[in-house]
Nanobody
């Protein structure tokens, strides 16, 4: 059974920082690309950051320079470090595991963790 469990969300003031964690189980973590998505009320889910199995990262323009993604394959965990948070970063943040092999796509999602940026 695949499980992605996010943690680290909460309420933070503008300019503050949070670190999200996503612990994976039930998958061969090291071969999956891992990503963080977010969804704000009334908006579509959007990609925030992704890290490949080889460690290559992609950061959305909206958070570039403020957010970083990293992974620890020994702990089956991916992290999202969020600095200089803005009210527009308020959303539910979801962890994603993604693998494509021989034309088949495997996607798994966590349950989400709420991030609220407000004074």
């Amino acid at each position: 059974q695949v499980q992605l469990v996010e943690s680290g969300g909460g309420l933070v003031q503008p300019g503050g920082s949070l670190r999200l964690s996503c612990a994976a189980s039930g998958i061969m973590f090291s071969i999956y690309a891992m990503g963080w998505y977010r969804q704000a009320p009334g908006k579509e889910r959007e990609l925030v950051a992704q890290i490949s199995s080889g460690g290559t990262t992609h950061i959305a323009d909206s958070v570039k320079g403020r957010f970083t993604i990293s992974r620890d394959n020994a702990k089956n965990t991916v992290y999202l470090q969020m600095n200089s948070l803005k009210p527009e970063d308020t959303a539910v943040y979801y962890c994603n595991a993604h693998w494509v092999v021989f034309g088949s796509t495997y996607d798994y999602w966590g349950q989400g963790t709420q991030v609220t940026v407000s004074s």
